[in-house]
């Protein structure tokens, strides 16, 4: 990856399981609200959190990204995850890129149900410190600070706070899908043409 001109780049992880039009839609919208020049999705080789459940391997759910993303310029996706054969921790993902990108300003984007359970995240006070948290919420989102006060200091929990963005969600999810591909039910409507045709070639979640 080579973005020499940007300035600010959004990371977005996930286990991606899979990717859907909702993905996308949050990732254009919160890209457009923080003036992002490049949003790059990174799928999760092993989630800490997902480990044990039954998940697409690593290797589909990266190249239905790269699918769901191909004509978009503005999205590029990292396999800097799905390579690894270890559980994978957003605080060293962010360090990897800001090696690769010294000069820019790294932000990780994360759903509003995500920002009480930062508290336990895997070395969560340096991950504030060394990149901006996003958080994208619905209008009338409400967040609870409490669980992060254990955790972080008041001017860390401030600059959380700071960066909460609204975005008008779509309904889509990945559960809606997997539940839809494994009943044989159409799912046009929810992913990527390309991701839906991949999904039948590959026979995924019983389709």
Known sequence: MNYSVAKKILLYGGSFDPVHNGHLHIAREAAD???ADKVVFIPAGMPPHKLGKQMASAEDRYEMLKRAT?????FDVSDYEVSMDSPSFTVHTVRFFRSQF???QLCWLIGGDSFSQLASWYSIGNLVDICTIVTVGRPGFELDREPLKAKLSAEQIYRLVENIIEVPLTGESSTEVRDRAGRGESIEELVPGAVAEYIREKGLYGM
């Open 33 to 35: 609200r923080i003036d």
């Open 70 to 74: 191909e004509f978009e310029s503005m």
């Open 102 to 104: 010294r000069n820019c």
